[in-house]
């Protein structure tokens, strides 16, 4: 029998349910190369794939794939010939001064509307028609992927990478909105070839967003860990520029650890910024670490506004507290009144120097396995994926949920740093240019 005109099926049963293999036809043959896929009851798609060794393949910068095609959360172009939502919000059909976050569909209007604005900069006539979409959550990125696809109409298609080199190398394809999900990073490829197959065009009128964090730069599961090293130690030296001595280290691990499950996203709302700053009052002792497992416990610490008037109530009766964690304290309250999803600044700023610190921070002669345990690399997939659809005249936008202020150099604290963009690191992964190459 065959579905769709793609796929043979063949029906199994067994005594507590029915597997329907699938095997590709004919006209499938070339871009699975004879690798078996099989659908269970959820339409999950999976197959084998050969993997060969990872490399190094000398440095680069994003800019050097993306330019200045560079938007990070606040939705404010690096490419200043683009208005930013601050300009053009009203125009994005956007209301009020709210910056919206991947989740939500108001992130998908402005993201489309850049988009049209990069392509008529471009003077491209054939209007945007098709999008895909190259992250590392299916949360995040699919949502914001799907979000797109529901209110442009476009068609297209989604790469979700995460390297899981302890299983068999597989694809699952959510076929209805062409989510491919993939544990090699490496998929690149034949999700290239996938989505030439399904009809889409992949030309001047193709959209092509690239996350950044994860994806473009430490590639998850082979090399993300630096990312969250980087972060970690912004943490840590701001944690010494505001606490000095009396920083406890041990502690602060230790309730970051705990805080930062899914269980207490109703306070901290899966923001690192709302996270840091939780911690840095534990730190203080102004409010004690069981106190707040007591709270949520019972149900009466609803929200991270609630944390903060808590931390209020409390300092009003404690005047010891130093002048460096007042500041902190008046600038995260500012920040989150006036609806900033990055208030705690001074953290962010000093995410990006440990940040740019990790990049092409190890000699050429470095190993594979010292650069991906040690430094923040480009992924070389993701790299000669750009180089491919440069060839074919699509529109590429680096698009990250990252703060600006992680991202870019401050006039005060680091104005002789390179902005991410712009920092040269090594290019590390797997080659899949022949395969991209053999594409038409």
Avoid at 236 to 255: I, K, P, W
Wanted: charged share 25%; aromatic share 8%.
């Amino acid at each position: 029998m065959v579905y769709n005109g793609l796929y043979e099926l063949v029906v199994e049963q067994s005594i507590h349910t029915n597997v329907i293999s699938i095997r590709p036809n004919a006209r499938l043959g070339a871009c699975l190369k004879g690798y078996f896929m099989s659908y269970t009851a959820t339409s999950v798609l999976s197959k084998p794939a050969a993997q060969s060794g990872v490399q190094t393949f000398g440095r680069a910068k994003l800019a050097d794939f993306f330019g200045d095609w560079v938007i990070y959360r606040n939705l404010e172009p690096l490419d200043k010939r683009l208005p930013g939502l601050k300009a053009a919000s009203y125009r994005m059909g956007l209301a009020g001064d709210h910056i919206p976050r991947k989740l939500e569909r108001d992130y998908a209007k402005a993201a489309i509307w850049l988009a049209e604005q990069a392509q008529a900069l471009r003077k491209v006539a054939m209007p945007l028609q098709e999008v895909l979409f190259v992250g590392d959550t299916l949360l995040n990125d699919g949502t914001a992927y799907r979000n797109m696809r529901a209110l442009s109409g476009w068609r297209g298609a989604c790469f979700i990478g995460s390297e899981k080199m302890l299983q068999e190398p597989s694809v699952e394809i959510d076929e209805p909105d062409n989510v491919y999900l993939a544990n090699r990073w490496s998929a690149l490829g034949s999700w290239a070839e996938w989505a030439l197959e399904i009809g889409l065009h992949v030309d001047a009128r193709t959209l092509v967003i690239v996350d950044i964090d994860k994806t473009a730069l430490g590639a998850k599961g082979r090399n993300d860990h630096v990312i969250d090293k980087a972060r970690l130690e912004g943490i840590y030296r701001t944690m010494d520029a505001v606490l000095g001595s009396d920083f406890d280290r041990n502690a602060f691990e230790q309730q970051y650890a705990e805080l930062n499950r899914a269980k207490y996203h109703f306070i901290t709302e899966d923001n690192q910024d709302y996270l840091a700053y939780i911690c840095l009052v534990l730190n203080t002792g102004l409010i004690a670490f069981d106190e707040v497992l007591q709270e949520v416990e019972k149900k009466s610490l609803d929200n991270f506004e609630q944390f903060q008037r808590w931390v209020d109530s409390r300092m009003m009766a404690n005047v010891s507290l130093g002048e460096a964690f007042r500041q902190v304290h008046e600038a995260v309250i500012a920040s989150v009144r006036v609806g900033d999803p990055t208030p705690f600044k001074q953290f962010r700023r000093e995410e990006f120097i440990s940040t740019v610190g990790h990049m092409g921070n190890l000699p050429d002669h470095s190993s594979v396995a010292d650069l991906l345990k040690h430094e923040i690399t480009l992924t070389q997939e993701v790299c000669e994926l750009s180089e491919w659809l440069r060839t074919r005249n699509c529109l590429q936008l680096c698009l990250s949920d990252k703060p600006d202020e992680a991202s870019k150099p401050n006039t005060h604290t680091s104005a002789g740093l390179a902005p991410l963009h712009k920092a040269e690191t090594h290019r590390v992964g797997v080659s899949i240019r022949d395969q991209l190459d053999g594409l038409r």
